[in-house]
């Protein structure tokens, strides 16, 4: 097997690279962060719900639901960037 064709000092090829694993690490990034706020948010709203004296029982549930949905905005993203990739495939040729 020759590296002929894996020549990885080549700094056009790199700047390719680096541009297009930033591109897809964007994807999806507002739906990841959205993910990630709901799940705080419904994290706590089960600690409200939990330790507060007095508290609601509804509020145990809408903080798992809310957690739900934050993952489920987790899960989103991910896909989305899997499809990302698998139709925009890293071509090193340019």
Not at 76 to 82: C, D, G, K, P
Request: proline fraction near 4%; aromatic fraction near 12%.
């Amino acid at each position: 097997m020759t590296t002929d064709n894996l020549a990885t000092d080549d700094p056009a090829r790199i700047e390719r690279q680096s541009v297009y694993l930033d591109t897809v690490r964007a994807q999806g990034r507002v739906y990841r962060f959205a993910g990630f706020i709901a799940c705080l948010l419904g994290v706590m709203i089960l600690i409200i719900g939990r330790y507060k004296l007095g508290a609601a029982p509804w509020l145990l549930w809408t903080g798992a639901g809310v957690v739900a949905v934050g993952w489920g905005l987790f899960v989103y993203a991910l896909a989305r960037r899997l499809m990302w990739v698998r139709a925009h495939p890293f071509d090193p040729n340019g």
